[in-house]
């Protein structure tokens, strides 16, 4: 019933991201195995959008370790225990509270010897910055923990790199890369482990960095963000982007800075609009006040699977009091092909 219940909910996190993102671009999904233990390690750069990308962009099933600041009461607790979040407790949440992540490893390790697969923002936290910070042991300890207890267990990571057009705007694009898989077994020595755990994590840091934008040079990076911006650069082309960086560095005059055509579909866009006006003056309202804007797409994601059908809905049994269903039935699919070319047409101001 657990799986059923975590399979219906994927598909409708699903739904959600389609209404959400223009365009979800995902690449190598054959070097994602099957089965066997496995450990999921992305860059973090975009709050909850980022760990439910990984499990409904691929077919496993996947444990998440999050911040157990979330879990916050008995119903939120269930609720996110049911979707196989794992929470993880920080020197931030208090001292004793780190005991408790002994349970939490200790149930990782159990996932992983029966060839589960976790989900892991190796970072410690998330940044809208395009580059990769450094990893935290904690993985490395996961794995480590696990072989000592299951010596003979061969445990894969899989890197997962995000990139996305634009954080906080709407509809944002991303292109979703898997790596080639890691056999971590090769970098931990069980007997004697390093307890720096440096060879995995470079190792993993690397991978990354070859999947995403990663902007090393931290001195300059305002300037060189501000003048992909400025050349209105597609972040989800990573090929593309990468040259840039390098063209920008080596001779920014050569250049060219893209124009952009006028969108013959904007009158469409206002009505989808005027459609939807009461869920979008909660939305005004709801981002003013959030602190962090890491969690903006969180908080419009929330909007567009809870309050945007509901109030279809509601409007729809309007339309059905005053008319018939039949007329009823057209106004929700009329909602929905609105919502769906609103969406993968609209642009992305940054």
């Not at 979040?85 to 509270?97: A, E, K, L, S």
């Not at 894969?156 to 944002?172: E, R």
């Not at 070859?210 to 650069?233: A, G, P, R």
Request: net charge positive; aromatic share 12%; proline share 4%.
């Amino acid at each position: 019933m657990k799986n059923l219940w975590y399979y219906i909910m994927r598909v409708y996190l699903k739904i959600g991201l389609f209404f959400l993102h223009k365009k979800i671009t995902v690449t190598g999904k054959e070097n994602i195995p099957k089965k066997g233990a496995v450990l999921f390690i992305a860059n973090h750069q975009n709050a909850l959008i980022d760990a439910i990308l990984i499990p409904t962009t691929n077919k496993r099933e996947i444990h998440f370790l999050t911040r157990a600041s979330a879990f916050n009461g008995i119903l939120i607790t269930r609720f996110l225990s049911s979707l196989n979040m794992i929470p993880v407790y920080r020197i931030r949440d208090g001292i004793r509270t780190i005991e408790k992540n002994i349970a939490i490893f200790n149930q990782c390790f159990e996932i992983l010897k029966n060839e589960g697969a976790i989900e892991i923002f190796a970072e410690g936290n998330h940044d809208l910055k395009r580059q990769i910070r450094p990893l935290k042991k904690g993985f490395a300890r996961i794995i480590l923990g696990t072989l000592q207890k299951y010596p003979d267990l061969k445990i894969q990571i899989v890197p997962v790199g995000f990139n996305y057009d634009s954080h906080l705007n709407f509809p944002s694009s991303v292109s979703i890369h898997y790596g080639k898989p890691i056999l971590a077994n090769k970098y931990i020595n069980v007997e004697n482990p390093d307890v720096r755990f440096s060879k995995i994590i470079n190792e993993v840091s690397l991978a990354l960095k070859k999947l995403t934008l990663h902007i090393e040079d931290s001195t300059n990076y305002d300037e060189v963000i501000t003048k992909l911006n400025v050349l209105k650069v597609d972040y989800t082309n990573l090929d593309e982007v990468n040259k840039l960086v390098k063209n920008i560095e080596v001779n920014p005059s050569q250049l060219i800075i893209k124009e952009n055509n006028f969108n013959w579909l904007t009158p469409i866009h206002l009505l989808t609009k005027l459609n939807s006006i009461f869920p979008l003056l909660i939305w005004r309202y709801l981002k003013s006040s959030i602190n962090d804007i890491v969690f903006t797409n969180t908080y419009r994601f929330a909007l567009i699977i809870t309050l945007f059908p509901l109030f279809y809905l509601i409007q729809a049994g309007i339309v059905y009091y005053i008319f018939n269903l039949k007329y009823a039935l057209i106004y929700l699919v009329s909602c929905v092909i609105l919502g769906v070319i609103s969406t993968k047409t609209m642009r992305v101001n940054l």
